[in-house]
């Protein structure tokens, strides 16, 4: 059956792929993030994002109205939100998450994924 596809619809499954893990991901890294402790690779990782420039401070409700702002965009680049407009950097305050303003990641979650790196290639 190789083959059969045309190549305008292998470049759409690619993508449909890529989105999928991409979703699965950011589900994943979550859903640990409430339920398990931190691993020496996760503490590794977020040492290195807090002496990083790029890492920045939200609550849910600023980082959701980030998204609300740029759905339409996090929509269609949800495989590489790398792509979009960066994440004010923003100081720690009470409530507030880590994020990283270039790959829009809530960082807890992000450095559970062993498969997930840094943009700027700073983590493991």
């Not at 305050?93 to 559970?112: P, Q, W």
Request: charged share 25%; proline share 2%; with cysteine.
């Amino acid at each position: 059956m190789d083959g059969w596809m045309m190549s305008c619809c292998q470049g759409v499954l690619s993508k449909s792929k890529a989105v999928y893990q991409a979703i699965k991901n950011i589900a994943v890294g979550n859903v640990l993030a409430q339920v398990s402790s931190p691993t020496e690779m996760e503490e590794k990782r977020l040492a290195v994002c807090r002496t990083c420039e790029h890492l920045t401070w939200y609550d849910f409700a600023g980082y959701m109205g980030w998204v609300g702002k740029n759905a339409r965009k996090v929509a269609v680049n949800i495989d590489n939100l790398t792509v979009l407009p960066e994440l004010e950097v923003k100081e720690y305050r009470i409530g507030a998450e880590m994020f990283c303003s270039v790959c829009k990641c809530r960082l807890v979650a992000k450095a559970k994924l062993k498969d997930q790196n840094c943009p700027l290639n700073r983590c493991e």
